[in-house]
C-alpha cells in the first residue's frame, strides 16, 4: 500500500513538476516572439521584395487564377498600414474562348470587330489604412489581349478605381498586406490569443505552440479576421513551429477551425534577411489557402526590410488616394451596400491635396 502511495505521489509530483516546466516555456517563447512583434507597433516596419501567386484550381479562360510576378512593397505601425503590389508579368496566357462559342456570351467575355478577345486585370492596388481616418483602395486596370492568331499582348488604355471601405472593414483592404507580414515570420503574437496557449519542445530544438485565434486587433492590420466571429462555432486555433535558434522567427504556421481537421491556411518561411534594427526576418515565406475555389497560393521573397514607418511611401499613396486620376470609377461602401458610385473627374485647375497631415511613430 505504502508502494501505491508513495508511486502515485511521485507520479503527480512530475505531471505537476511538468506542467510548470511547459508553463514557463510557453510564457518565455511568447516574450521573445512578442518583444520582436513590439518593434512594429514602437517602431514601425517596412519591408519590399516579389510575390508569385497562382490559383491551381483557377480557371484558364478567365485571367483571375493565372500565375503572376508582383513586386510589392508595404509599411506599418500603431496607426497606419500601408501596402502596394504590382504585377511584373504573366507566366502563363489565358485560354482564348472564341466569339461564336456560346460560352463567350454567358460569360460576357470581350472582344473587338478583329475578333481580337481583351482580358482585364488589376494591374497595381495601393491600399491605404489610418485609424479615424481612411480606409480605401486604388486600383490600376489593364487589358491584355489575345489575337485570334495566337498573339498576345498588353493593351494601351487604363482605367481606375478607388474603393472607400468602413474603418473596421480590414479584411477587404488589408489582407495581403497581413499575409506578406505573416510570410516574414513576425507577427504572430497579433493574431494569436496568448491567455490560453500552450508549447512543447520538439527532439529537434523546435518549439510548437497552440493558441486560439485572437479577437481584436492590436494593428491597423485583419488581426481579428481570422478570429471568432460574434454568433457564430468557427473557432480558430493557430498551430505554430518557432525557432528559437534562429530569432524566434515562425516556421510554420497552420489555422484550423473547430470541428475541421482541414487546414484553412498553411504558412511556411525559410531562410533569414537581417534589417536594420538587430533583428531578423525570413527570407521565404509560403502562404496557401484551403484548397477550394478561388483557391490561392503565395509565395514571398523578401528583398529588403527596416524596422521604421516609410513616412516617404505613406505620403506617396495618401497623395494618390486623395488625388485620383481623372475618370477614377469610386465606389463607395462606407455607408450602404451595393456601394455609392460615381465618376471622379478633375477641374480644370485641380487643387492640391492637403499633406500636412502625418503619421508619427
Known amino acids: 500500500m505504502r508502494w501505491v502511495l508513495w508511486s502515485t505521489l511521485v507520479g503527480i509530483i512530475l505531471t505537476v513538476s511538468q506542467a510548470g516546466a511547459n508553463d514557463a516555456l510557453t510564457a518565455r517563447m511568447l516574450q521573445e516572439m512578442k518583444r520582436r512583434d513590439e518593434r512594429i507597433v514602437h517602431m514601425g516596419l517596412s519591408l519590399n521584395g516579389k510575390i508569385r501567386a497562382w490559383s491551381p484550381l483557377g480557371d484558364r479562360k478567365s485571367i483571375a487564377g493565372l500565375a503572376r510576378r508582383y513586386h510589392f512593397r508595404f509599411t506599418c505601425n500603431r496607426l497606419a498600414t500601408v501596402y502596394e503590389q504590382s504585377v511584373e508579368f504573366f507566366e502563363e496566357i489565358p485560354r482564348r ?93 497579433f493574431v494569436i490569443a496568448p491567455s490560453n496557449a500552450t508549447c512543447r519542445e520538439r527532439a529537434d530544438g523546435l518549439v510548437e505552440i497552440r493558441a486560439e485565434g485572437r479577437a481584436s486587433p492590436e494593428l491597423p492590420l485583419p488581426t481579428g479576421f481570422f478570429a471568432n466571429a460574434p454568433g457564430t462555432e468557427r473557432n480558430a486555433v493557430w498551430l505554430l513551429v518557432v525557432d528559437p535558434k534562429a530569432d524566434h522567427l515562425v516556421r510554420e504556421a497552420t489555422l484550423l477551425f473547430s470541428g475541421s481537421e482541414e487546414p484553412f491556411i498553411r504558412i511556411k518561411t525559410s531562410g533569414q534577411l537581417p534589417i536594420r534594427g538587430d533583428a531578423t526576418i525570413a527570407k521565404h515565406g509560403e502562404y496557401r489557402l484551403k484548397p477550394v475555389v478561388p483557391y490561392e497560393e503565395v509565395t514571398v521573397e523578401f528583398t529588403q526590410g527596416e524596422w521604421r514607418f516609410s513616412q516617404a511611401f505613406y505620403e506617396e499613396v495618401r497623395r494618390a488616394l486623395l488625388n485620383p486620376p481623372d475618370e477614377t470609377i469610386i465606389r463607395d461602401y462606407r455607408f450602404s451596400e451595393p456601394p455609392l458610385t460615381f465618376t471622379y473627374r478633375k477641374s480644370a485647375e485641380s487643387k492640391t491635396p492637403d499633406t500636412n497631415r502625418s503619421i508619427n511613430r
Do not use: I
Open 97 to 189: 474562348t472564341e466569339p461564336t462559342d456560346p460560352e463567350a456570351a454567358d460569360r460576357g467575355f470581350v472582344y473587338n470587330k478583329e475578333g481580337v478577345q481583351f482580358f482585364v486585370f488589376t494591374a497595381s492596388e495601393r491600399a491605404f489604412h489610418q485609424r479615424g481616418f481612411l480606409n480605401a483602395v486604388l486600383a490600376t486596370n489593364r487589358s491584355l489581349y489575345v489575337a485570334p492568331d495566337g498573339k498576345f499582348g498588353l493593351g494601351k488604355a487604363e482605367g481606375y478605381d478607388l474603393g472607400l471601405y468602413p474603418l473596421d472593414d480590414l479584411g477587404r483592404t488589408m489582407t495581403r498586406a497581413l499575409q506578406v507580414l505573416l510570410c516574414s515570420g513576425r507577427g504572430y503574437t
